[in-house]
């Protein structure tokens, strides 16, 4: 990318990022006056987070995707907020903007507390410190990125619409993905056309996360030293941390899932419509980024209404139900629209039915049926519990995901017994459900019947459960002087064994990561004692050093990209025309690179397909030569290229021969891939 393309992309950026940001901020202030503290940031985050998409999916759903497309529509939102009118204050609306303090922990124990709390914290930023320097200069290599998820989003800036499900893998269902957390990803990369800068867009959801359960406590009452603490657990889970590398879209559905969270317990509290839709907003968004966080913001919900009828809310409970889960279909649903269009199912590969009648019919899951087991299916299989799921457990979740998880259920026993405000037994309540939920989820087992092999990857489901379970503990916290020793010494030690974990995990240095950790807890000291500096002079120079620091990420990682991969992939890189169609083909076993994205090229200009028959929402592989001959010819396709893997439902690979026969001429190969060109084709 030259400097000129770089620039130009940076003021696309700057303008939509800037005008979704500004009307953020504007509403903020006309309508959210009255938030302070980590409330009043919370929700600038879950407004000008869920504005980016808005202004992304709107000509995405009219299908007229393009940068002056979007930067136009964050201008019209930024001149439709202007003429929002300030509000007054709401009628039965709380008074007071803040929660009630609670018991404040003096003595040994409260400084022990907040000692805890810094140090876990400097730990806990330390390691995103790490793991930013690790990313730097290097493209993703995460299977469902690279397979699934950014081609979904190369689609888009090629065709302009959502109004087609992107499928180039066989068997599989990403295409009918809820694709809210895809949108954030695009807003990254449709300014330049490329990813350059892609890995970076991630990390700040990690600090919002942290930031959220923070404010979770406080809105409970929890002292500030433990709210802190519990944030920093919460990072250090190594499954947790480990997100921006392997799976950022469920780490960024997850921080607005927490968001959510605060602003449902302070909605119940303050009673305010604003709050309300807040949270319905933070859920709304996970809710249509990933399956599991929608199974899960329906527990939540499920669990908090019944918390609240228990606690004699009565129709406050219902109505406060209603509104959020109103505005979380608005902020959701329109995945589910585009499915109901495109594969005839809103929840496409599901069946709906309902009192025995079918609402909308799917074909078989063979691939769910194969290998999508829940851990549930292994309950009384103690073997392979001891072989296979407990270690995979142990490893992910350490000790900070056993505490936060152990800690909300000690929380919903200690609530219970507590007299006055019912939210702590409410939240803490949600934490058995949520891992209920997780525990008969579909892939939490993933592999054949009997060898449960990748428990580890799709621990990220239970992430819900250890948000909620971080906040119980911080209010737990506040229980008293013996408690919040105790925590103190728990959360500290299950913060450095996650930072020290999840380094190993992200190929970061350990030294690097203690180094960072000893920096940011000087800095942080010599800001409580040093005078106030102007914000907005901070602003620009960070602001002027990313863009100084995205201009030489983005030249380091586009140099060579993707080179040495796979020679097949290479051959591509270097031979083939920005503009060429290239068709893929085969069954990729994920032992290397996956290619569907690399064949798209630097600029995302290659128009890259899968031959193989369409049914529904997903694609398949073609049984017939002669049928797969035609598919070819239809496409006139520039390149092959064609997996060799064994697929569980084809266990040859059939398609190299077919390729040869139809005259496509090899130029490159490997064990995984073999790529053709045209000039060779009869």
Known sequence: MSLGDYATGLAWLVVTWGAVLAASELLRRRRLAHLDGAPRVLALAVVFVCGLAGVHLLPLALGILSRPAVAVTALLLLAATHAVPRVREEAGASASGEARPGPGISGPAGRALAWAAALSAAGAGGLLVAGIVEAAGRLTTASDLTAFDLPVIGRWIQSGSAWRVTELFPFQTHGTYPHNGHLILLATMLPWHNDGLLRFAV????????????????????????????????????????????APLDLIGAALFACGLVFLARGARTRRTSDLVLAGLGLGFGLGAKWYLAAAAAALLVTWTVAGLVARRGSRAVRDTLVVAG???????????????????????VRVRALGVTLWDAPPDLYRELVGFSLAHYLGDWSAWRHDVVPDLRHT????????????????????????????????????????????????????????????????????????????????????????????????????????????????????????????????????????????????????????????????????????????????????????????????DFATLAPAWPLFGARIDRRVEFIGPRDGGRVAQYDSPAAWRRAVARGGYDVLVVAQGRSPFQPRAREPRWAADAGWREVARSPHLVAYRLGGRR
């Open 203 to 246: 990390y700040p959801f990690l600090a919002l996360a942290a930031l959220a359960v923070y404010g979770l406590g406080r809105e409970l009452g929890a002292p500030r030293a433990g709210a802190a603490l519990f944030g920093a657990v919460l990072v250090s889970v190594p499954v947790v941390a480990t997100t921006p590398e392997f």
């Open 327 to 349: 505005t979380a279909a608005a902020a959701g649903g329109f995945w589910l629209v585009r499915n109901w269009v495109e594969a005839d199912d809103p929840l496409y590969p």
């Open 397 to 588: 979740l350490g000790v900070a995901g056993v505490l936060v998880t152990a800690g909300g259920l000690v929380a919903l026993v200690a609530a219970v017994r507590a007299r006055g405000d019912w939210r702590p037994a409410a939240l803490a309540a949600c934490v058995p459900v949520l891992v209920a939920a997780y525990v008969v989820t579909p892939y939490t087992a993933f592999g054949f019947d009997g060898t449960p092999v990748l428990v580890e990857v799709n621990v990220r489901y239970a992430i819900p459960a250890l948000l909620a379970g971080a906040g119980a503990c911080a209010w737990l916290a506040g229980r008293g002087t013996r408690i919040a020793a105790a925590l103190a010494v728990l959360g500290l030690a299950a913060a450095a064994q996650g930072v020290w974990a999840s380094a190993a995990d992200l190929g970061a240095s350990r030294a690097l990561t203690a180094c960072a950790a000893i920096a940011l807890l000087a800095l942080g000291y010599g800001f409580t004692r040093s005078p106030k500096v102007s914000r907005p002079a901070i602003a620009a120079v960070v602001l002027a050093a990313l863009a100084v620091a995205g201009w030489g990420e983005q030249r380091t990682v586009n140099r060579d990209r993707y080179a040495g991969a796979d020679p097949a992939l290479d051959w591509v890189r270097v031979n083939a025309r920005s503009d060429a169609r290239i068709a893929t083909t085969g069954y990729f």
